[in-house]
C-alpha cells in the first residue's frame, strides 16, 4: 500500500487489526472481570489479587493502542520511534513505580503503573504518528476485502508462531514422558536461558520484515539480494563473540544462575547454543519469505521443522536425556535453516558467503586463544572477568576479521545507503 501510495487502504487495514485487537482485548477483560473473585480465592489465594485484576484491566486495552502505535511506526520503517517504545516503555513503568511507593501504595504500585503506562505511551507518541501518517485525511475503503487479506495472511503467521513454540518446548512434554522431573527441571531452566540470545533474531527481523515487503512491491530485487547477501554475511561475525563468551563461561553462569544441582545441563546448554545461532539466521530467511507476502511457505517450513523435532526426541531423549532433547531442537533449527535457505534462494538471486564464513575460524580462535590467557594469568570476579574478556578478545576478533576482510566498512556504508534508497 505505502508503496503504491494506497493510503486510504493503510488506514483501512489499521481500522482492521484494530478492531480485531481491540475486540480480542474486550472478550479477556470481560473474562478477568467475572472471574476476579473466583481467581482470587481459588487460584491467587488472596483477596487483594480481585482488585489487581481488575485494575490491570485497563492495561490489557490500552497496550491495543501501544502495539498499533507501535506497528505503525514499523510499517513506515521509523526505526528510531519502533525501538524507542519498549524502552520508554520499561522506564515509565520504573518512574511510576517508584512514584508511587513514595506516596505508599506498596503492593499496589507496579499494578497502578502498568494501568497508566499504555496511556501515557500514546499520548507522548501520537503526535509523532499523527505527523508520519495524517490518519484523519483518509477513508476507510473496502473494509471486508482488505480484512479477509489480512485474516488470510495471519493464519499462517500465527501456525508459523505456534510451530517456532513448538520446536522449542515439545521437548519438554517429550522429556517428561521418558525422563525425570529433576532433568525436566534443569531443561526447563537452560532452555529459555539459551533461547534468551533469540534477541538478536528479533532484531533483524524489526527490520527486514517492512523492508523486504518493500523492496518486493516495487521489483527491486537488486537490493534485496545484496542486502540478504550483507545480512548473511555480518550475521555470525556479529553473534559469534557473545555465543562465545557464554559457551566458555556456561558451568560458572549455569552455578551462578541456577546453583550445583543444574550443572547437569552444561552439555545441553552449550549444545542449544549451537542451535540457537542455526536460527537467527533462518529468521532472517523466514522474515524475508514473509515479508514478500509468502508465509504459508514459513508455515510449511516451521510445521516441518516442529514434526521433525517431535520425531528426533522420540528416539534420542530415551538414549540421552535433555542431551537427546537439545539435540533434537538443534537438528531441528539446523533443517529450518537449510530449508528457508533454500527458499529464499528460489525467490531472489543468492550467492551465500561460505568462504566468508569458513574464514571466520581465525578470528575465532583468536578469541578463544585471547580469552584462555585473560582466564590463565588474571583472576578477577566471574562477572568482570566476563566482561573484560570480552572486550579485549572482542577487539582481538574484530581486529583479525577485519585482516582477513571479514570486516569492510566502506562496503558496509555501501550497501546499508544501497538499501535505504
Not at 528426533?312 to 537427546?324: E, Q, R
Not at 568462504?355 to 578470528?363: C, M
Amino acid at each position: 500500500f505505502k508503496v503504491n501510495n494506497q493510503f486510504n487502504e493503510i488506514k483501512t487495514a489499521i481500522v482492521s487489526v484494530f478492531s480485531i485487537q481491540l475486540f480480542s482485548s474486550i472478550i479477556f477483560v470481560l473474562i478477568f472481570i467475572f472471574s476476579s473473585s473466583f481467581l482470587a480465592q481459588y487460584y491467587f489465594k488472596n483477596p487483594q489479587a480481585s482488585l489487581i485484576l481488575r485494575i490491570l484491566v485497563f492495561y490489557v486495552i490500552f497496550s491495543v493502542f501501544f502495539i498499533i502505535v507501535k506497528q505503525i511506526f514499523q510499517g513506515f520503517q521509523e526505526m528510531f520511534f519502533f525501538s524507542s517504545m519498549e524502552l520508554m516503555k520499561n522506564l515509565i513503568v520504573l518512574v511510576l513505580i517508584l512514584i508511587f511507593f513514595y506516596f505508599g501504595q506498596k503492593s499496589f504500585a507496579p499494578v497502578y503503573a502498568y494501568a497508566l503506562v499504555c496511556p501515557l505511551l500514546f499520548l507522548i507518541y501520537a503526535p509523532f504518528l499523527f505527523r508520519k501518517f495524517n490518519f484523519f485525511s483518509y477513508k476507510v475503503v473496502h473494509l471486508k476485502k482488505i480484512s479477509k487479506k489480512l485474516f488470510l495472511f495471519g493464519i499462517p503467521v500465527f501456525a508459523t508462531s505456534i510451530g517456532g513454540k513448538l520446536i522449542g518446548y515439545i521437548d519438554t512434554i517429550i522429556l517428561t514422558y521418558f525422563g525425570t522431573l529433576s532433568e525436566v527441571g534443569v531443561y526447563n531452566a537452560i532452555l529459555p536461558s539459551a533461547l534468551i540470545f533469540l534477541f538478536f533474531s528479533k532484531a533483524i527481523s524489526a527490520v527486514l520484515f517492512p523492508l523486504s515487503s518493500e523492496l518486493w512491491a516495487k521489483k527491486d530485487q537488486t537490493k534485496l539480494s545484496k542486502g540478504l547477501t550483507l545480512l548473511y554475511k555480518y550475521t555470525f561475525v556479529t553473534i559469534i563473540p557473545f555465543f562465545l563468551i557464554i559457551y566458555v563461561y556456561t558451568d560458572v553462569l549455569i552455578v551462578k544462575l541456577f546453583g550445583l544441582e543444574y550443572v547437569s545441563g552444561v552439555t545441553a546448554f552449550k549444545i542449544l547454543l549451537i542451535g540457537v545461532s542455526f536460527y537467527v539466521l533462518a529468521s532472517v530467511n523466514n522474515n524475508f519469505i514473509s515479508g514478500i507476502g509468502k508465509p504459508k511457505i514459513v508455515m510449511a517450513i516451521i510445521l516441518s521443522t516442529a514434526s521433525l523435532n517431535v520425531v528426533l526426541n522420540i528416539i534420542l531423549i530415551p538414549l540421552l536425556s535433555i542431551n537427546g532433547a537439545a539435540i533434537s531442537t538443534t537438528l531441528s533449527y539446523l533443517m529450518m535453516l537449510l530449508l528457508s535457505t533454500y527458499q529464499t534462494k528460489k525467490q531472489v538471486t543468492l550467492k551465500l558467503p561460505l568462504k566468508e564464513w569458513v574464514t571466520l575460524i581465525f578470528p575465532t580462535f583468536g578469541f578463544l586463544i585471547t580469552l584462555a590467557i585473560i582466564k590463565s594469568f588474571f583472576s578477577f570476579n566471574i562477572w568482570f572477568e566476563m566482561i573484560v574478556g570480552l572486550i579485549i578478545a572482542g577487539l582481538v576478533y574484530l581486529f583479525l576479521a577485519y585482516t582477513f576482510g571479514l570486516l569492510n566498512l566502506d562496503e558496509i556504508k555501501y550497501y546499508s545507503k544501497l538499501v535505504r534508497k
